[in-house]
C-alpha cells in the first residue's frame, strides 16, 4: 500500500475549519427526542436560540412516535464552528427532558 494515498494526521495549531466536512457557516438540522411533555419544545428551541441567535424557530419539524408517547423535534440552526455545534450537542444532551440527539 502506497503511504502517500493516506494524509498526514493534524497536527496542533491547524485550523479545525480545514479538516471539517461541513463548510462554516452553514444550516445544520439536530434531531432531539425525548417524552411527549409539555415544554419540551419551548426548552429545545430555547437552547437552539442561545447557540444561534437568527434561529428561526417556525421551521421546528416535529414528529410523535407511533404510540404518541415520545417526540422528535427537528431544529436547524446556522453552524459558525465545530466548537459551536460540540458545546451545542453536549447542551443538548444534558437537558433532562431529553433522550438523543443526533
Known amino acids: 500500500m502506497n503511504a502517500s494515498a493516506f494524509p498526514p494526521p493534524p497536527t496542533p ?6 479538516d471539517s466536512l461541513i463548510t462554516y457557516p452553514s444550516a445544520f438540522p439536530i434531531k432531539v427526542m425525548g417524552a411527549r ?3 419540551f419544545v419551548a426548552a429545545i428551541t430555547h437552547i437552539a436560540r442561545q447557540f444561534d441567535p437568527s ?48
Open 13 to 18: 495549531g491547524n485550523d479545525a475549519r480545514k
Open 37 to 39: 411533555a409539555d415544554g
Open 55 to 102: 434561529f428561526d424557530a417556525s421551521r421546528v419539524e416535529l414528529r410523535e412516535s407511533s404510540g404518541g408517547k415520545y417526540l422528535g423535534i427537528t431544529v436547524t440552526v446556522t453552524a459558525t464552528s465545530r466548537e459551536q455545534l460540540d458545546e451545542l450537542y453536549r447542551t443538548l444532551s444534558s437537558h433532562p427532558m431529553v433522550k438523543v440527539v443526533l
